[in-house]
Structures are given as structure tokens and as C-alpha cells.
């Protein structure tokens, strides 16, 4: 089976059309109608999903789910469609901190979990490497769709894609209009006067958007944070570097944000640290030095962590000095222990760069003394 493109979305196996609609379910089909109709090649999504509250909820189920009349089925009857799955489980409520279902997005705080919750659901849908996700901006509160643009920016992936579904206000507010089906049917309005479906002009607009995922880190990928702190995370990667070390805590906060690290990788990232602070070059592990690497190793690992402990055990490991093995691996878990606490992005100005060729690359940091904070300062 041939691996899916992400530059062709609809070669992925699971593809999911996800739309937030407060009282306009035609959103979905006018959107399937565009995508069948007018993408080349086509893309047809194999399930759709609907964010909404109470209130909206029985506007989709009514137009969507009823038994007399599903339009999403008719649509796909007329055109002769693959039908998506689409049922009441894929109609997702809006709910609080508590999981009550909001009865409509009124104010601050219902705003806040509305946010919230289409964050938690656009992760979710991104998360599996074999989907699709298409977002329409077509429905919803304005606030709503707002964030569902946000959501897909912070999580969104290559095969991802956004688009506005447009047809004239008239039609748009129309409750009996659905799509242009492929004969003429004759619609009213509400003024008496009517209009033949059929000739009814839909346009998709696609939407580009700025994919901001790559500087998130793991814990929000794979997590359950807030829109508002999933926000914040994204803009690290934009704020100024700053390192700051605390001999006496242990503790390492790049951008302000704690970098956990095990105490070997602490003490290795440390003495980078220091050797960039002193304006020493950077680093190979048979940089013939007095005293030698090792040795600078140590006294950075026990001006950390002090003798007891695990301190005769690296002491032991490194008694025939630095092999490249163990470089190799420290740098490796350090760098690990950065991107997963920063992201990729926000990550980068504080790895180990590589400086010159093999086999002779040199390690070290590239970072300006005004970056570096150490307390108490380490002489």
C-alpha cells in the first residue's frame, strides 16, 4: 500500500471534515458539495464532525441526522458519493470545566471553554498520523471559528487544510437550502418568491495558514492543555533566549520555561554552559586540555549535585576520560530533554551546534553572554 502524501490530502485513509455550526448546518453539506465538486482531484471525507452547543445541536440534528430529512445523505445520493460517517456520536458538544453541555456561547467564560474545547478536539483529530483534517470557518459564532483557525495554526500538519465555504446571504439563510442539487428544485422564500437550487453558485476558498505545530513541545501534542497555554507556548519560539542555571537548585529554565533533566545531562548541559560563559571554544572529546575533560566534568557535576549519590558512579564510568560514545549519548538525551520541555522551534538557539566538519566537529554553544544567567555565579 503506497504511503499517503501530505501534499495530496486525499491519499490519507481517514479523512475528517470538522466544522463548528451554531444554526447553520448547510455549512457541512455546501462544504462536502465543493470539496466533491470543485477540488481536483477530489477530496471526499470518509467521516465529518460537528463542534456546536445545545441550541445548535438541533438545528445539525434536524437537517443532518433526521430520518425524513438528512441532507448530508441526500446530497450524497444525488451525486452519487461515498456517504461519510456522520451520526448524533459525531455531534460534539461544548462543555465547561465541569462537562456540562453549554446551552450557547454568550459570554468571557463561555468563550474561554468553547476555546478550550475546540483546542482539545483539534489536537485530538491531528494526533493520528493516518488522518486528513479539513476545517471549515463556514459556521459558528464568530469567536468560535475564530479559534478553530487558531487551533488548526497551533496543531495543524501539511495534509491539513482550511477553507470558507461562500454563496449569497440570501441562499445562505435559507433553512430549506442545502446544496445545488442536479436538477432544478424549486426553494422558497420566505417572502413567498422562490429560486431554483440548482443554479445556486458555491465557492470554496481556501485558506492558507501559518503551521506553528513544530514549535510546540511534546506535552502539548500529546496532552490536554488550554487555548490559552497552548498559545503561550507557541510564542517561546519568538521570545528572547535566556538561559538561567541555579547551582544550588539544580534547576535549568530556558525562556523561562523549567527544562527537567536527569543529574548527568543537567551536569553535561551545565558544563556547556560554563564553557560557553568563559568564551571557551567548543568542544571535542579528544580536546587534548589542562585540566583534561573529564576533570571539568566532575567539578561542574559537584558544584551540582555534590559528592553523594550517583557522583562515584560517573566518577568510575569516566575514569579513562570522555569517549565519543558518551559524548555522543549526553548530547543526545540533553537535546531530547529540550525539545520535549520547548518544542522543536523554541529548542533550536539552545542545542549543542556542530562547528566544523568530520571527523574533527567540534561542539559548543552559540549563545551571548547576556543570555546566560547563573546563580549564584560560578567562578
Not at 28 to 33: A, I, L, N
Not at 152 to 172: A, M, W
Not at 184 to 203: H, L
Not at 319 to 342: M, N, Q, V, Y
Amino acid at each position: 500500500m503506497n504511503q499517503p502524501d501530505p501534499t495530496l490530502p486525499h491519499t490519507y485513509p481517514r479523512r475528517i471534515l470538522l466544522a463548528v455550526a451554531a444554526y447553520s448546518p448547510q455549512i457541512v453539506t455546501e462544504t462536502c458539495y465543493a470539496l466533491a465538486l470543485q477540488t481536483d482531484p477530489p477530496w471526499l471525507p470518509t467521516e465529518v464532525h460537528i463542534i456546536t452547543t445545545q441550541r445548535g445541536a438541533e438545528y445539525v440534528r434536524a437537517g443532518l441526522c433526521a430520518t425524513r430529512q438528512n441532507e448530508l445523505g441526500k446530497l450524497c445520493a444525488d451525486y452519487a458519493l461515498p456517504p461519510p460517517a456522520f451520526d448524533s456520536s459525531h455531534i460534539h458538544l461544548i462543555t465547561d470545566a465541569q462537562g456540562i453541555a453549554l446551552e450557547d456561547v454568550r459570554n468571557g467564560t463561555d468563550n474561554t471553554h468553547a476555546a478550550d474545547f475546540i483546542t482539545r478536539t483539534v489536537r485530538r483529530f491531528t494526533a493520528d498520523p493516518h488522518t486528513s483534517l479539513h476545517v471549515s470557518l463556514s459556521g459558528g459564532r464568530r469567536t468560535m471559528t475564530y479559534y478553530i483557525g487558531y487551533a488548526l495554526s497551533l496543531f495543524g500538519r501539511p495534509q491539513d487544510r482550511l477553507s470558507h465555504v461562500l454563496i449569497e446571504d440570501e441562499y445562505y439563510f435559507n433553512r430549506e437550502f442545502y446544496y445545488p442539487p442536479p436538477r432544478p428544485v424549486w426553494v422558497m422564500r420566505e417572502d413567498g418568491s422562490g429560486f431554483d437550487a440548482a443554479k445556486v453558485e458555491v465557492t470554496l476558498a481556501d485558506i492558507p495558514f501559518v503551521r506553528l505545530r513544530e514549535g510546540l513541545p511534546t506535552e502539548l501534542l500529546e496532552g490536554n492543555s488550554t487555548f490559552s497555554t497552548t498559545i503561550h507556548a507557541a510564542q517561546r519560539r519568538f521570545d528572547p533566549v535566556q538561559v538561567r542555571l541555579d547551582w544550588q537548585q539544580a534547576s535549568l529554565h530556558c525562556g523561562g520555561v523549567a527544562v527537567p533533566m536527569p543529574p548527568v545531562q543537567l551536569a553535561f548541559y551545565a558544563w556547556m554552559l560554563h564553557r560557553c560563559a568563559q568564551n571557551q571554544p567548543p568542544v571535542h572529546w579528544t580536546t587534548p586540555e589542562t585540566p583534561d575533560l573529564a576533570s571539568q566534568f566532575l567539578h561542574i557535576y559537584q558544584r551540582l549535585h555534590g559528592q553523594t549519590g550517583s557522583y562515584e558512579q560517573v566518577a568510575l564510568a569516566l575514569r579513562d576520560g570522555i569517549t565519543k560514545p558518551w559524548f555522543e549519548e549526553r548530547k543526545s538525551h540533553t537535546h531530547k530533554a529540550l525539545k520535549k520541555a520547548l518544542g522543536m522551534a523554541a529548542a533550536e538557539p539552545y542545542l549543542i551546534q556542530p562547528h566544523g566538519s568530520k571527523p574533527r566537529t567540534h561542539f559548543g554553544l552559540n549563545l551571548l553572554l547576556d543570555a546566560l544567567d547563573f546563580h549564584p555565579n560560578l567562578n
